[in-house]
């Protein structure tokens, strides 16, 4: 159990719909970063939070959106829902942002857009 | 265009033997490499890491090597054992990447398999 959650596990939806998936940190870590891992792709950075501001935007949709809260927990909002959306969203968290903080890996959420 | 590669999809090793898991990177700033392992259902672990100052980064079973002329690592486990069996991504991590530092650019991964 890396101490990083992920709700909901599995989300099912149609196209055109928004949904969102929430991350909640390790206890400490202030540092949010989400990814997409689709069918046959490595994983890729979407976006990158610290304490609750933007720090970096990877590849991510203007259909999608993120952000941080006070008590550091995050959304990941995603909309108009297309079918290669369907993916494993990851969140990781980190004490820090710097490159040598170890990255800790939620459970991930599965979305299918049907 | 996929700045970390890792061209095998799949390796079959027996148990006892070597694992060598490679990756190849196109980006000469990035300077910190690592491995995750990821099991089913589960988000990737962290393995193993190695500085871009550094050639070799051993921990136990696991040893990583770089060779930056080449712009190659890879992961050597032994001796490989049937709980070695998952996938495994290389990452690379660059420095001041869109104003961030520490975001990960995995590869597609390999699925290490190693029969009893």
């Known amino acids: 159990d890396s101490g990083v959650t992920q709700t909901p596990k599995h989300l099912i939806t149609a196209t055109g719909q928004r949904v969102t998936l929430r991350c909640s940190p390790r206890?400490?870590?202030?540092?949010v970063y989400w990814y997409q891992q689709s069918l046959d792709q490595g994983l890729q950075f979407l976006i990158h939070y610290y304490n609750g501001e933007e720090r970096a935007k990877g590849n991510i949709l203007e259909r999608f959106s993120a952000q941080q809260f006070p008590d550091l927990h995050s959304e990941l909002n995603l909309s108009s829902l297309e079918l290669g959306d369907s993916a494993l969203y990851f969140c990781?968290?980190?004490?820090?942002?710097?490159?040598?903080?170890?990255?800790?890996f939620g459970p991930g959420t599965r979305l299918t857009v049907l | 265009d996929q700045q970390v590669k890792q061209n095998s999809p799949s390796l079959s090793v027996q148990e006892g033997r070597i694992s060598i898991l490679n990756c190849d990177y196109t980006n000469s700033m990035f300077d910190y490499f690592l491995w995750y392992k990821k099991y089913p259902a589960e988000g990737p672990t962290f393995l193993i890491s190695i500085s871009s100052i550094k050639d070799k980064n051993e921990d136990g079973r696991f040893t990583v090597f770089l060779n930056k002329s080449a712009k190659h690592l890879s992961l050597h486990i032994v001796p490989s054992q049937p709980g070695d069996s998952a996938v495994y991504f290389c990452?690379?991590?660059?420095?001041?990447?869109?104003?961030?530092?520490?975001?990960?650019?995995f590869g597609k991964g390999t699925k290490l398999s190693v029969k009893p």
């Open positions: 990781a968290s980190s004490v820090g942002t710097g490159t040598y903080n170890e990255q800790f």
């Open positions: 990452a690379a991590s660059v420095q001041n990447y869109g104003g961030s530092q520490g975001n990960l650019i």
């Open positions: 206890s400490g870590d202030l540092s």
